[in-house]
């Protein structure tokens, strides 16, 4: 089964802090694609990063971060040094070669205090 | 630079109705995706159209069905309406061209509510 579960349902920080998302997924494919997606209160759900499955090189953009994992799959998100901003839905999806669709986890809300 | 717009933003709509939901993809744009979003999950794929035709389907039923034009937009339907049909529809545009590793463009999404 393909599958992707994002274990934490909310996260509560206080803003300067880091913020590390998990997401755990499971595919019997050797070529697939892993995203995170950000969903703001107003609906849009707005791309963030992508990542191959050839491709384990971990990098940083701006305040965000990732660190993917062949061997555990895994494939957590961290925002550095939070801002009020940063507060919404983050959702991890994962795409199959040949394959159109996006599968979502559930979900973490992350919620950033002034 | 437009990006995804669906129309109506909510409706509301009684069990047994049918309902047509709108998306005007990102300029540019060829692809049209449709997902459902029931309250606190993840969204799940209804159905993708290229060329005016469904180029594939999630796991929903006929009553679901869509339609796409020559200018790209697209339309979502869903006849006989359940109350488990009540959920954020969103609409995602991409680029045929770039595959499956396309990012999809999502617009604000139709908040369908069933009574």
């Known amino acids: 089964a393909q599958k992707v579960t994002q274990a934490q349902t909310e996260i509560s920080v206080v803003e300067k802090e880091d913020v590390t998302l998990d997401c755990v997924y499971e595919t019997r494919d050797t070529t697939y694609y892993l995203f995170w997606y950000k969903q703001p209160p107003s609906g849009e759900l707005v791309f963030l990063i992508r990542?191959?499955?050839?491709?384990?090189q971990n990098e940083i953009s701006g305040r965000y971060s990732w660190n993917f994992q062949k061997s555990t799959s895994s494939f957590n998100f961290t925002i550095t040094a939070s801002q009020v901003v940063d507060s919404a839905v983050y959702f991890c999806a994962l795409s199959w070669y040949n394959d159109y669709k996006l599968s979502f986890g559930a979900g973490t809300t992350v919620t950033v205090r002034a | 630079d437009a990006g995804v717009t669906q129309s109506p933003t909510h409706l509301i709509k009684t069990r047994g109705q049918q309902v047509t939901l709108r998306c005007s993809p990102k300029?540019?744009?060829?692809?049209v995706s449709w997902y459902q979003q029931a309250l606190g999950q993840g969204p799940q794929f209804i159905f993708q159209y290229y060329e005016e035709e469904e180029r594939q389907r999630g796991n929903f039923p006929d009553r679901f069905s869509g339609h796409q034009f020559p200018n790209y937009s697209s339309e979502l339907n869903v006849n006989a309406l359940l109350l488990g049909d009540s959920a954020l529809y969103l609409c995602a545009s991409s680029l045929a061209w770039a595959g499956e590793t396309s990012p999809l463009h999502f617009g604000n999404g139709t908040r369908l509510t069933v009574t």
């Open positions: 990542r191959n499955s050839f491709d384990e």
């Open positions: 300029s540019g744009h060829d692809t």
